[in-house]
């Protein structure tokens, strides 16, 4: 085990990442109880059902969960009060300022993470008092940094940027993938992709098959000049491609995603009109097991490999 996951009380060095639409209360104890972090995604919860999908939670674990609150929303410090209020004390932000929420949950007790693209906002977290982050590379699903930075590029420089511990995110979807992040100095992995296809994630279950029937080239990361988002290629994506050609301004840009889109295809089904955020390791995920079962294997998976190179934890 990684000194992270002592601090934060794992048996797994596994993040169920947080994720609109997708990682509720059901899928978050699911994972907490297999060791790993249970994060609920509250980017797409009004305070109330954040409330609910807590307690929900506390109702089916007894383990310590995540709250993960993408700061680009106005409902943030609502979420932040409600999560407090609500005993929780472990929170990764995104999609925003560290120096705006980090000293708020640091005075309230809490563990903060913060999501960065590139070792520049790493410094800056670590100057804000963040405990660890998460090095995410462009291959991941949902929003994204702009530059481009792979998770292979991006980790290694994060490592030797900052003394607070790493998670590796994007792209890492097996134990193989977990062996491959540890390696470069990461202390625990967020994944994303994933969990999407568990049978304890909320996604709606033609967005889950889609995901297996995803190949490789599947994805692509659109919207660059406004909220950066890899997304499964559909007629939104087409639609997306086509206002980006013609040079749509972000007002333009964001009225088409102002409707509704990513509930409609995340967890409504909409295969066609929805918004489908995936990550590139979407081609590698072939089945929809329970959140249990994927851990057990990632860790027999990272073991066989750790057998192979005993110099991993
Ligand atoms: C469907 C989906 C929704 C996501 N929503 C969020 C979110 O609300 N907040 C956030 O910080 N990251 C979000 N992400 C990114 C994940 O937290 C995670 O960092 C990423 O999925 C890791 O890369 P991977 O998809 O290759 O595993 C989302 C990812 C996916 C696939």
């Not at 929003?143 to 030797?160: A, F, I, K, S, Y």
Request: aromatic share 4%.
């Amino acid at each position: 085990m990684t000194p992270l996951c002592t601090q934060l009380n794992l048996t797994t060095p596994i993040i169920q990442a947080g994720m609109v639409w997708v990682s509720g209360g059901k899928l978050a104890a699911a994972a907490a109880n297999a060791g790993a972090l249970g994060t609920i995604g509250a980017g797409s919860m009004k305070p109330d059902l954040l409330s609910q999908h807590i307690q929900k939670a506390q109702a089916l674990t007894k383990k310590s969960l995540a709250v993960n609150v993408p700061l680009l929303y106005d409902k943030a410090e609502e979420q932040i009060d409600t999560a407090l209020r609500l005993g929780i004390r472990i929170f990764i932000t995104s999609a925003g300022s560290p120096k705006i929420f980090t000293k708020k949950l640091k005075d309230a007790g809490a563990f903060v993470i913060h999501v960065v693209a590139t070792p520049e906002l790493a410094k800056k977290c670590e100057a804000a008092g963040v405990d660890a982050v998460v090095a995410e590379g462009f291959e991941a699903g949902g929003h994204n940094g702009r530059d481009e930075l792979t998770t292979l590029t991006l980790v290694p420089q994060v490592v030797d940027a900052v003394k607070i511990p790493v998670i590796a995110a994007g792209g890492i979807a097996d134990g193989r993938g977990i062996a491959a992040v540890l390696a470069l100095g990461a202390q625990a992995v967020q994944m994303g992709t994933r969990f999407v296809a568990t049978q304890e994630s909320s996604a709606h279950d033609n967005f889950k098959q889609a995901i297996l029937h995803a190949q490789a080239t599947d994805t692509m990361l659109m919207m660059k000049r406004s909220v950066p988002v890899r997304l499964l290629k559909n007629s939104f994506y087409e639609e997306i491609k086509a206002a980006e050609e013609t040079c749509a301004d972000k007002d333009q840009l964001l009225s088409i995603l102002g409707h509704g889109r990513a509930k409609a295809g995340m967890l409504d089904g909409d295969l066609i009109k929805g918004e489908l955020e995936i990550g590139q390791i979407a081609g590698l995920v072939h089945d929809i097991p329970t959140t249990e079962a994927l851990i057990t294997r990632l860790m027999s998976e990272y073991r066989a490999v750790s057998r192979a190179f005993p110099m991993f934890p």
